[in-house]
């Protein structure tokens, strides 16, 4: 059984950042990052393929999030700038079940970390 550990979360100011960490206990295929506010449906943030040299934004975060991962030590990082107030919510780190990102829906992930917290507020 695989198991994900997300780290990283907490309270940041607008326009601040923060990098999430997400320590997976074996090999992975394609990973993704997922948010979820209270009383909103999950929803997909970024996804990145295998080998990393393939990746995916949801367009709320183009060009402010960038998804990278180090498969030597089997982690996935989100490195988050510009957060807004809209950022904030817990953040979930999966495994896909393929090698490259086949967008962000949800049956496409078979591990799920426990999340982690991010709050965007001054």
């Known amino acids: 059984q695989l198991q994900l550990v997300e780290s990283g979360g907490g309270l940041v100011q607008p326009g601040g950042s923060l990098r999430l960490s997400c320590a997976a206990s074996?090999?992975?295929?394609?990973l993704g990052w997922f948010r979820q506010a209270p009383g909103k449906e999950r929803e997909g943030v970024s996804c990145?393929?295998?080998?990393?040299?393939?990746?995916n934004y949801a367009d709320s975060v183009k060009g402010r999030f960038t998804i990278s991962r180090d498969n030597a030590k089997n982690t996935v990082y989100l490195q988050m700038n510009s957060l807004k107030p809209e950022d904030s919510a817990v953040y979930y780190c999966a495994a896909s079940r393929n090698y490259y990102c086949s967008g962000f829906a949800i049956q496409g992930y078979n591990y799920w970390g426990q999340g982690t917290q991010v709050t965007v507020s001054s």
């Open positions: 990145i393929s295998r080998s990393g040299s393939s990746t």
């Open positions: 074996g090999f992975t295929l394609a």
